[in-house]
T-cell receptor
Framework: DAKTTQPNSMESNEEEPVHLPCNHS???????IHWYRQLPSQGPEYVIH???SNVNNRMASLAIAEDRKSSTLILHRATLRDAAVYYC???????????FGQGTILTVHP | DGGITQSPKYLFRKEGQNVTLSCEQN?????MYWYRQDPGQGLRLIYY???????QKGDIAEGYSVSREKKESFPLTVTSAQKNPTAFYLC??????????FGQGTRLTVV
């Protein structure tokens, strides 16, 4: 199974940047790194994904370590709506058996 | 619109009854999944299917059954053998490159 390690919880203030780390030391060369977030009583939603290069989209940025054994999801200016559980997973070779860890609970303070 | 649809949103079951949760996707994805989520917990994998007419047990398959007769559909039956079925159930489909897309979930309550 594709295993990832994330901190249980993190806190941030509104309008400040947030860096959410993830370790994925068992990643293989063809695995994409995906990030999802889940709001209460909703299904997880896609945030961002990447393979080797850093990625940016309207929601966040993804910084991938050179050895690909870790990555960081960056929310440039946290808002109250960003408060959620964030999950990091890697797929590709684990395609077809997608397993989630416990994720990181992000709390954003006004 | 392309997406994945779960129904119903809320479901009540009497003890001893089987119930079936629906999951339909029009994303042309081969892989589909069922997860269970209990309050304050992460997602646990029940069953998954990588291709039509084939499915595999996940980590907590006991008391559940699935079928995959069509690419678009992956229904989950919660049987009477599942001793604690009250939970939030999530269905997902996956593209190898784009990742997983989730439905909005079905909240099952045993009454």
């Amino acid at each position: 199974d594709a295993k990832t390690t994330q901190p249980n919880s993190m806190e941030s203030n509104e309008e400040e940047p947030v860096h959410l780390p993830c370790n994925h030391s068992t990643i293989s060369g063809t695995d994409y790194i995906h990030w999802y977030r889940q709001l209460p009583s909703q299904g997880p939603e896609y945030v961002i994904h990447g393979l080797t290069s850093n990625v940016n989209n309207r929601m966040a940025s993804l910084a991938i370590a050179e050895d690909r054994k870790s990555s960081t999801l960056i929310l440039h200016r946290a808002t109250l709506r960003d408060a959620a559980v964030y999950y990091c997973i890697h797929g590709g070779t684990s395609y077809g058996k997608l397993t989630f860890g416990q994720g990181t609970i992000l709390t954003v303070h006004p | 619109d392309g997406g994945i649809t779960q129904s119903p949103k809320y479901l009540f079951r009497k003890e001893g009854q089987n119930v079936t949760l629906s999951c339909e996707q029009n994303l042309n994805h081969d892989a589909m999944y069922w997860y269970r989520q209990d309050p304050g917990q992460g997602l646990r994998l029940i069953y998954y299917s990588q291709i039509v007419n084939d499915f595999q047990k996940g980590d907590i398959a006991e008391g559940y059954s699935v079928s995959r007769e069509k690419k678009e559909s992956f229904p989950l039956t919660v049987t009477s053998a599942q001793k604690n079925p009250t939970a939030f159930y999530l269905c997902a489909s996956e593209s190898r490159r784009q990742g997983a897309f989730f439905g909005q979930g079905t909240r099952l309550t045993v009454v």
